[in-house]
């Protein structure tokens, strides 16, 4: 095969490899977001009626971050199984596991009808989505990371988060002509439960699409050798564990969304707090910021290839943090359309230099033989301490609180402050070579080198068998 023929095939399998990760990140994503969506809209009324509405809210909304619990768990199984078996096998598990769960809670009953054990079940069906979900962003990241030519892994590995929020705006649009059509009596006993029942159609279209997908050349040539480790978190803890607490730590920036949908729609749309947001409008806010985030995605995952990973990944945790007071000022003073717009710079636009790049960053930060396992690990266990993060809210700033922008806008810079210093503390990665990841004495290709690299738009990293 000639020199350009071999550019094409990888270019290609780059291509396949990016795409699988989209669709599979987006059916998969719209399984989880779905759950948020009904935690925040029905669920506290149908799962944990109570005379005090807070009460009913914070449990609901505990549910929610239930499924973060079972997060590091299903990051330690499941990286486990993507290091030792594939990441292609480690995908189609996932997607398994995450939509089966999720059908079973569209045919849930309802406290009305079996008492406790209604939400007994609910968490522990959550409990299963959050298993399989730990492993989906490491898995795909990693696959597409892999497969991707020096100089545009950060264009491509985006994809995969380019995907999440695609899968978030079809969990957010799937509710609206319900929210909007059906009368609120019929909503809220079977109009939610339609969205779930879904998840079978979610399941099949998965499963075709990533029974395709080729395993990567890094995991395979370690395969071969026989390299593969026993254990790979052990190693990842023994040789990373900085890196891990890292990424734990950079991923607390999952408060904006938390903010910006879980949060935010309790405020907006539950009767306790007085704001009352109409159901179907307040459900725009989600699917235009992600919309706008679609978009903006892969320019920022383009941008982070050119100046690195660091710069963007700061800027926007920082500034997506300080909009945060405006958007819950909006909120506060009933004004629907400056919430809006204020949503979809803050979550839309700013937020992407963290949401574009950590896609690359991450898995870069870890050598191949246990990559998967470290990065499941440390984000899993990030997201697990944020998603925590609407019951604390709710807590601190209950119906009939004072200054409620003010006390929750200050908790989300806070948390931003934190992932900004963990990223300023990691080393750039953009311009290493494949092989070199995870080690810290790593030279990078000089400047020069890596600019033609980068203008070629073919596999300039020839050395593909990982660290």
């Given at each position: 095969m000639s020199e350009s023929s071999s550019r094409a095939t990888n270019l290609h399998q780059s291509r396949r490899a990016a795409a699988s990760g989209w669709i599979g990140s987006a059916l998969e994503y719209y399984d989880f977001f779905i759950y948020a969506t009904a935690a925040s809209l029905v669920f506290p009324q149908i799962f944990f009626p109570s005379q005090n509405p807070t009460v009913a809210i914070i449990a609901s909304l505990a549910t929610y971050g239930v499924g973060y619990v079972a997060r590091p768990i299903g990051a330690l199984c499941l990286g486990h199984w993507g290091d030792t078996h594939g990441r292609r096998n480690v995908l189609l598990l996932c997607m398994f596991l995450m939509g089966g769960s999720t059908m079973a809670v569209g045919i849930l009953p309802t406290y009305q009808q079996v008492g406790i054990w209604a939400p007994i079940l609910l968490v522990a069906l959550r409990l299963i989505q959050?298993?399989?979900?730990?492993?989906?962003?490491?898995?795909?990241?990693?696959?597409?990371?892999?497969?991707?030519?020096?100089?545009?892994?950060?264009?491509?590995?985006?994809?995969?988060?380019?995907?999440?929020?695609?899968?978030?705006?079809?969990?957010?649009?799937?509710?609206?002509?319900?929210?909007?059509?059906?009368?609120?009596?019929?909503?809220?006993?079977?109009?939610?439960?339609?969205?779930?029942?879904?998840?079978?159609?979610?399941?099949?279209?998965?499963?075709?699409?990533?029974?395709?997908?080729?395993?990567?050349?890094?995991?395979?040539?370690?395969?071969?050798?026989?390299?593969?480790?026993?254990?790979?978190?052990?190693?990842?803890?023994?040789?990373?564990?900085?890196?891990?607490?890292?990424?734990?730590?950079?991923?607390?920036?999952?408060?904006?969304?938390?903010?910006?949908?879980?949060?935010?729609?309790?405020?907006?749309?539950?009767?306790?707090?007085?704001?009352?947001?109409?159901k179907e409008i307040y459900l725009w806010i989600p699917v235009a910021g992600n919309i706008i985030a679609v978009v903006i995605i892969?320019?920022?995952?383009?941008?982070?290839?050119?100046?690195?990973?660091?710069?963007?990944?700061?800027?926007?945790?920082?500034?997506?943090?300080?909009?945060?007071?405006?958007?819950?000022?909006?909120?506060?003073?009933?004004?629907?359309?400056?919430?809006?717009?204020?949503?979809?710079?803050?979550?839309?636009?700013?937020y992407q230099g963290y949401n574009a790049v950590f896609p690359a960053f991450y898995p870069e930060l870890f050598r191949t033989r246990y990559r998967v396992s470290a990065m499941a690990i440390g984000q899993n266990i990030g997201t697990a301490?944020?998603?925590?993060?609407?019951?604390?809210?709710?807590?601190?700033?209950?119906?009939?609180?004072?200054?409620?922008?003010?006390?929750?806008?200050?908790?989300?810079l806070g948390v931003a402050a934190i992932a900004s210093i963990a990223a300023f503390s990691a080393r750039e990665t953009y311009s290493l070579n494949l092989n070199d990841l995870g080690n810290p004495d790593a030279v990078p290709v000089p400047k020069d080198e890596y600019t033609r690299i980068r203008a070629l738009g073919t596999i300039g990293d020839t050395r593909l068998a990982g660290g």
């Open positions: 959050g298993f399989a979900v730990a492993g989906e962003i490491s898995g795909a990241s990693s696959m597409i990371l892999e497969h991707a030519p020096l100089g545009r892994r950060g264009y491509y590995a985006s994809f995969s988060l380019q995907g999440v929020q695609a899968g978030q705006i079809l969990a957010a649009a799937v509710f609206l002509p319900l929210a909007a059509y059906l009368p609120s009596e019929a909503f809220n006993s079977w109009g939610w439960r339609i969205p779930f029942i879904l998840s079978f159609f979610v399941i099949i279209a998965a499963y075709i699409i990533r029974r395709e997908v080729n395993e990567t050349p890094a995991f395979e040539r370690e395969e071969r050798a026989g390299e593969l480790p026993q254990t790979p978190i052990v190693e990842a803890f023994r040789q990373s564990w900085a890196d891990i607490l890292r990424v734990a730590c950079m991923s607390l920036m999952n408060v904006i969304p938390v903010v910006a949908t879980i949060f935010g729609a309790a405020y907006a749309v539950q009767p306790a707090y007085g704001v009352g947001f109409a892969p320019f920022v995952g383009t941008l982070s290839d050119k100046i690195g990973r660091r710069p963007p990944i700061i800027a926007g945790s920082l500034a997506a943090a300080l909009l945060s007071f405006f958007y819950l000022y909006a909120v506060s003073i009933h004004d629907v359309w400056m919430a809006v717009v204020v949503s979809l710079f803050m979550w839309g636009v700013l301490l944020s998603a925590f993060l609407p019951a604390l809210f709710a807590a601190v700033a209950p119906p009939g609180s004072s200054n409620i922008p003010l006390t929750i806008g200050g908790i989300t």
